[in-house]
């Protein structure tokens, strides 16, 4: 079946870095998202990579994929108040696929 | 970038009533809109599935005859939510597929609230 699990909460605080992580049970699986939802807005695509990729790297984002272990991995560098919000995890088969989304994990930021 | 507009941002209607909400892709063809929609503090629920020209394809548990969705061209997509009631309020949102780019790009969605 398809499901996407990620951790509801995290806290960090002001500059260090956040850490994310989601794991999927499908693994045919082939590409997969990280979107950010600020509150009452929509979705903004953060990132993706493909299942045949380790790393992607975009400024100060880092996506990590383990497709062994089916975990996927978003990483904040120099985590800002502006980066408070909800991210989802997301995974689709094809590109023009449905998108299966985890709960989202909310990211609080210390100051 | 590829923008999807989404209206209404809030509405308030009656319990019994219908409500239609719109999404325009604007500066490109989305030949399919997945339309969602996402309780408090919950993840987003696939409703259902429209490629332009076509009968939607509905998701499990969704009633299509209480959520039609119609799109009847390349950038526009609407959802109307028919004799609406209290347990339909929630946060509709849909997303289209920009063919230039990888992943969708979503509305900004809709609060609907049945009094």
Same mark, same amino acid.
């Given at each position: 079946?398809?499901?996407?699990?990620?951790?509801?909460f995290?806290?960090?605080?002001e500059g260090?870095?956040?850490?994310?992580?989601?794991t999927?049970? @499908?693994?045919?699986? =082939?590409? +997969?998202?990280?979107? #950010?939802?600020?509150?009452?807005?929509?979705?903004?695509?953060? &990132?993706?990579?493909?299942?045949?990729?380790?790393?992607?790297? @975009?400024?100060?984002? =880092?996506? +990590?994929?383990?497709? #062994?272990?089916?975990?996927?991995?978003?990483?904040?560098?120099? &985590?800002?108040?502006?980066?408070?919000?909800?991210?989802?995890?997301?995974?689709?088969?094809?590109?023009?696929?449905?998108?299966?989304?985890?709960?989202?994990?909310?990211?609080?930021?210390?100051? | 970038?590829?923008?999807?507009?989404?209206?209404?941002?809030?509405?308030?209607?009656?319990?019994?009533?219908?409500?239609?909400?719109?999404?325009?892709?604007?500066?490109?063809?989305?030949?399919?809109?997945f339309?969602?929609?996402?309780?408090?503090k919950?993840?987003?629920?696939?409703?259902?599935?429209?490629?332009?020209?076509?009968?939607?394809?509905?998701e499990?548990?969704?009633?299509?005859?209480?959520?039609?969705?119609?799109?009847?061209?390349?950038?526009?997509?609407?959802?109307?939510?028919?004799?609406?009631?209290?347990?339909?309020?929630?946060?509709y949102?849909?997303?289209g597929?920009d063919?230039?780019?990888?992943?969708?790009?979503?509305?900004?969605?809709?609060r609907?609230?049945?009094?």
């Open positions: 079946g398809e499901d996407v699990e990620q951790s509801l995290l806290s960090v605080r260090d870095s956040s850490v994310i992580n989601c999927y049970t @499908d693994s045919s699986s =082939t590409y +997969l998202y990280w979107y #950010k939802q600020e509150p009452g807005a929509g979705l903004q695509l953060l &990132t993706y990579i493909f299942s045949n990729m380790d790393m992607k790297q @975009d400024q100060r984002l =880092t996506v +990590l994929l383990n497709k #062994k272990d089916k975990h996927l991995s978003l990483r904040i560098a120099d &985590t800002q108040t502006g980066d408070s919000a909800i991210y989802f995890c997301a995974e689709s088969k094809r590109r023009d696929d449905k998108i299966i989304f985890g709960k989202g994990t909310r990211l609080h930021i210390l100051p | 970038g590829a923008v999807v507009s989404q209206h209404p941002s809030r509405v308030i209607c009656k319990s019994g009533t219908s409500v239609k909400i719109e999404c325009r892709s604007l500066d490109f063809q989305a030949t399919t809109m339309w969602y929609r996402q309780f408090p919950q993840s987003l629920m696939l409703m259902a599935t429209s490629n332009e020209g076509s009968k939607a394809t509905y499990q548990g969704v009633e299509k005859d209480k959520f039609l969705i119609n799109h009847a061209s390349l950038t526009l997509s609407t959802l109307t939510v028919t004799s609406a009631h209290p347990e339909d309020s929630s946060f949102i849909c997303s597929s063919s230039a780019n990888y992943g969708y790009t979503f509305g900004s969605g809709t609907l609230t049945v009094v």
